[in-house]
């Protein structure tokens, strides 16, 4: 006949255990959550630098205006009431309106709905890439997470844009009021 032995815990050692467990969670947990912050900020980030250089590249594939703006429904450009943290869409110019803004005849080209908690302030409310030959428009759009780091993008006349850590002359980027 065989014996069946049973392997258990013993109390001593599961509270041991858990109490480890606990002190590398809460250890843990505020560089997780850093991480998923400075992640939703990355993605946001991302996602202007592609809006750009989409409207760049379409601007001069399409050889018509195609203008990046706010969006709070990511169908029609915002006025100055918001910021680009309600999103911002992609659209061709087709009309040549000035100042730019879609009607529901032009094409939507890209719209975006930002991740994060945080702020995303320009200095312009609008981008407008023409094709070959013409100026964009340049300007610097911060992006600021819900612990108040800051990068920006900037946008050069050329349309190019690139990443900072800081602003104008190596000071620190500033970071709006967080909703």
């Given amino acids: 006949m065989s014996q069946h032995h049973c392997h258990a815990f013993t109390l001593w050692e599961l509270l041991w255990t858990m109490s480890l467990l606990g002190t590398l969670l809460a250890l843990g947990a505020p560089s997780l959550r850093e991480f998923l912050v400075a992640s939703r900020r990355t993605a946001d980030i991302n996602g202007f630098v592609s809006a750009v ?27 100055d009431e918001l910021g680009y943290d309600s999103g911002w869409i992609v659209f061709e110019n087709s009309d040549d309106v000035r100042p730019p803004s879609r009607d529901m005849s032009e094409p939507l080209i890209f719209a975006y709905e930002p991740i994060s908690r945080g702020s995303i302030v320009s200095n312009r409310r609008l981008y407008e890439f023409r094709s070959y030959g013409w100026r964009s428009t340049n300007g610097t ?31 620190p980027l500033i970071c709006a009021d967080l909703p």
């Fill in 141 to 171: 759009v911060t992006f600021c997470d819900a612990l108040s780091r800051a990068r920006a993008v900037i946008v050069s006349y050329t349309g190019r844009p690139r990443i900072a850590d800081v602003g104008p002359g190596g000071r």
């Fill in 53 to 79: 250089q989409l409207a760049r590249s379409e601007a001069a594939k399409r050889g018509a205006a195609v203008v990046v703006c706010k969006s709070a429904d990511l169908h029609t450009c915002a006025g």
